[in-house]
């Protein structure tokens, strides 16, 4: 009996040795910051003199006095993620499926350009964006759009409030093919070939239904964890209007994101409680979002 | 009755059925892939044709020329390309082994080992594969100045380790490994590590191939540590200057080093993709959560 005990307890420390460089990592540069991030939320903190617990005043003041959260930033959120991420993942499948659909040479090209953008994802590659995107008639889409007669002059697109939220879901959309697509592909192709018999002998009549009644019960985990990735991506890739417009606020806060205003209030104002008040309220948002997709996605228990 | 798509998936050779589907993936892959072949067109232009109005998106005289400035402008600052470069290289080869390491390890404990915490870590890890490191960039500033990693090239390195979906990829994929092949191992006396490198490693090669990408692409492409943890300019990357390349605005000359920079940085990721694409996809298979 002892010596069942000892040996269970052997076992376990392996298991931690094993484990314990990651778990120290995680909880140094995950759970931490993100504990932190709850507990500054209830301070007052200049980065200079020690935190002043002041309750709820910054959630009140984010919620009540802050127009431009209320009115720019969280709309913009919103927006920004309810289309390039439902859209983003919508895309991956349906280019995986037709992916699935034609040969494997063919395949690996088209998925290798379709992958491609997602490498350059990140603040430093957006530079290629402003080139293309150039205000005067230099600008490659100004001097096309010039040409073709659609627009009499050239228009600021990333200075401008109008253009530069649909740009940045442009190029977030646009790089958004990611891990997750990947996952999607395989996903596809692993479907076993004696569902879809079954299904047909069961009396599914057209492809709508074999998507909706084979495909996408088939590779259920694959549609999860692409729904996860998009959700990471989303809100990753929130950033980018200030590197596209090169300013931090963006003008007229037009493409300002829940990112840009935790950075704009920490790093530009050191008005860290409240910066952290907004990265709680990200966080959030992000596991709200979480849970919904586990909820439609995730195996019935 | 026609047959419908499903025997059509995954087919080995062409049929006209499938005209439609390369219709629309021509179209897609096209927009896909114009700003990356803009982005090398314009990294070889050389400047008369930068300069020209109206801009032609295709290059006549190919040249060096944005390169050759790249690295005369890097020059004549204080700190030269090479040394940018070379802290890009360096700091992404050490992260990438070491996440490798870290996430095999823990990946292997929770695949095999039989330990109480196990449910509640692999919850919260499937929880932090939402994760947005960058939502907590305060605490996560104070924490690094607090561990004595502010201006120390260890801020491009440790911060960056833990990766909540490398941990989950490779542990679904060792999950594949029978228990009986490590059991066989432990009768003849082989020592945990001598199974963790002798069976575990190389059965999780294809998962171990994704994670060194995701890695690499996560760290390489990173400018969250010259920004934000190093002020001190030789500690700096290659990506983070690529960033301030085109703050200038409508530099033209600027643009076409931009490109060419942009290149450098797209090229390695792209390399390491291709050749590590096969792992990547039956390393995709298992990735289902569940």
């Known amino acids: ?301 | 009755m026609a047959k419908l798509g499903g025997s059509r998936m995954n087919p080995t050779r062409f049929h006209k059925s499938q005209i439609k589907f390369f219709i629309i993936l021509t179209a897609v892959a096209v927009f896909m892939g114009l700003p990356i072949l803009f982005i090398i067109l314009q990294a070889f232009k050389p400047i008369d044709e930068l300069f020209a109005y109206p801009p032609k998106f295709f290059v006549k005289n190919p040249s060096l020329g944005n390169f050759k400035k790249l690295f005369q402008l890097m020059d004549t600052s204080n700190v030269p390309i090479s040394r940018y470069f070379f802290n890009s290289l360096l700091s992404t080869g050490i992260t990438v082994l070491l996440t490798l390491v870290i996430s095999a390890f823990a990946g292997y404990a929770l695949s095999k080992k039989k330990f109480r915490t196990k449910t509640v870590v692999m919850e919260i890890n499937n929880l932090a594969l939402m994760f947005v490191p960058a939502a907590v960039m305060i605490p996560k500033y104070l924490i690094t100045y607090g561990v004595g990693m502010i201006d120390s090239f260890l801020a491009h390195i440790f911060p960056a380790l833990a990766m909540p979906v490398g941990l989950f990829l490779i542990k679904q994929f060792i999950d594949q490994i029978p228990n009986e092949l490590i059991e066989a191992a432990q009768i003849d006396g082989a020592k945990e590590l001598q199974i963790f490198r002798n069976i575990i490693i190389p059965m999780t090669r294809s998962a171990l191939a994704t994670v060194t990408i995701l890695a690499f692409q996560a760290s390489w492409n990173s400018v969250d540590a010259s920004t934000m943890y190093i002020s001190k300019e030789k500690l700096k990357t290659f990506s983070f200057y690529l960033s301030t390349l085109t703050t200038t605005g409508n530099d033209v000359v600027g643009q076409g080093m931009a490109a060419a920079a942009t290149l450098i940085m797209f090229v390695p990721n792209l390399v390491i993709f291709i050749l590590m694409q096969k792992q990547v996809m039956a390393t995709m298979a298992h990735s289902g959560i569940k």
């Open chain 1, 1 to 301: 009996m002892r010596k069942k005990k000892k040996q269970k307890l052997n076992k376990e420390s392996t298991a931690y040795f094993f484990l314990s460089p990651y778990l120290l990592l995680f909880t140094v540069f995950i759970i931490v910051p993100v504990i932190m991030a709850i507990i500054l939320s209830f301070t007052s903190f200049d980065s200079v003199n020690f935190p002043k617990f002041t309750g709820l005043k910054n959630y009140i003041t984010l919620f009540t006095t802050d127009s431009v959260f209320m009115q720019k930033v969280l709309p913009n959120t919103i927006k920004f993620s309810l289309i390039v991420g439902p859209l983003g993942y919508a895309l991956s499948f349906l280019l995986a499926w037709m992916l699935a659909q034609i040969p494997h040479k063919p395949r690996t090209i088209y998925a290798l350009i379709i992958y491609s953008p997602s490498l350059t994802s990140g603040v430093a590659m957006t530079v290629i964006w402003k080139v293309l995107f150039n205000g005067d008639q230099t600008g490659y889409l100004n001097s096309v759009l010039l040409n073709l007669g659609i627009i009499r002059e050239p228009i600021q697109w990333l200075q401008s409030t109008d253009y530069l939220m649909p740009v940045m879901m442009l190029v977030a959309l646009w790089s958004s093919m990611g891990v997750g697509f990947l996952a999607m592909l395989a996903g596809v192709l692993n479907i076993n070939q004696e569902l879809y018999e079954a299904g047909y002998i069961d009396g599914i009549s057209n492809r709508f239904q074999e998507i909706m009644y084979i495909t996408i019960p088939s590779m259920k985990p694959q549609m999860l964890f692409g729904a996860v990735m998009a959700v990471v991506n989303t809100f990753q890739t929130g950033a980018i209007g200030v590197s596209l417009s090169g300013a931090n606020p963006t003008p007229q806060y037009a493409g300002q994101l829940m990112l840009n205003h935790i950075e704009d209030y920490g790093f530009l104002r050191y008005e860290m409680g409240y910066a952290a008040a907004i990265s709680v309220v990200l966080l959030l948002i992000i596991y709200i979002s979480s849970k919904v997709i586990y909820r439609l996605l995730g195996e019935k228990e």
